[in-house]
């Protein structure tokens, strides 16, 4: 029995000693090894072309409203819901509360109807004819109105077909202009970060130190 409980004691100090990383400061260095060279623009959303090689840093720095995921093609993820009107002319998006820019802005509706707005990417023209009004009802709702029922928005909006619906923060590419948005800094997460992936406060930060990229 005594060893029994000393062999239980033993495997519970080692689950211990396993999650106390979770912690600690960031340290070390992280290398990404990709197959082309980066281009800067790839870090902005708002250019996002019409090929998958941009997602690679979508998903690695940004977020966006709903993306596909492992869980579904339109699985929530700064909206926490969304649902269309009877009439098909509606679509409204429920935001995640706590979602905060690495800046440290909260991520609200006027975030989700600038990054539409200021979307010059893949498919920017047949959204922008579809999509009539983009309506910021609350900090934490956004409504799509459409000209006409368009039952392949949400293919365009909330998957790989187009980056409209990656988000950014308003206030700080006001500040610091389109250009100074793609320039690399340091930030939590990758060096390639544009301080604007968003951290949830429902997710454990990872510990994380300064990062690297290089080609394959």
Known sequence: MRRNVNVLLAFGLLALASVAPLHA??????????HVSLATRWLDPGETEGVIIP??????????????????????????????????????????KGARFHNGDAVTGEDVK???????????????EKVREVQVVDPGRVRFHLNEPWPDFMTFYGTTASGAGWIVPKKYVAQVGDEGFKKPRSVP??????????EWSWSPRPSRGTGERRRA
Do not use: C, N
Not at 115 to 126: E, I, K, M
Not at 189 to 198: D, I, K, N, V
């Open 114 to 128: 600038f990054s539409f707005d200021r979307y010059r990417g893949a498919a920017a023209t047949l959204l922008k």
């Open 25 to 34: 400061a960031p340290e070390g260095t992280m290398t990404w090894g990709v």
């Open 189 to 198: 997460g990758p060096t390639a970060s544009s301080r604007s992936s968003p």
């Open 55 to 96: 997602f690679m840093l979508l998903y690695a720095l940004h977020d966006a409203l709903v993306k596909p995921m492992p869980a579904g093609l339109h699985t929530p993820s700064l909206a926490e819901s969304w649902t269309m009107s009877k009439d098909g002319l509606t679509y409204e998006f429920v935001l995640r």
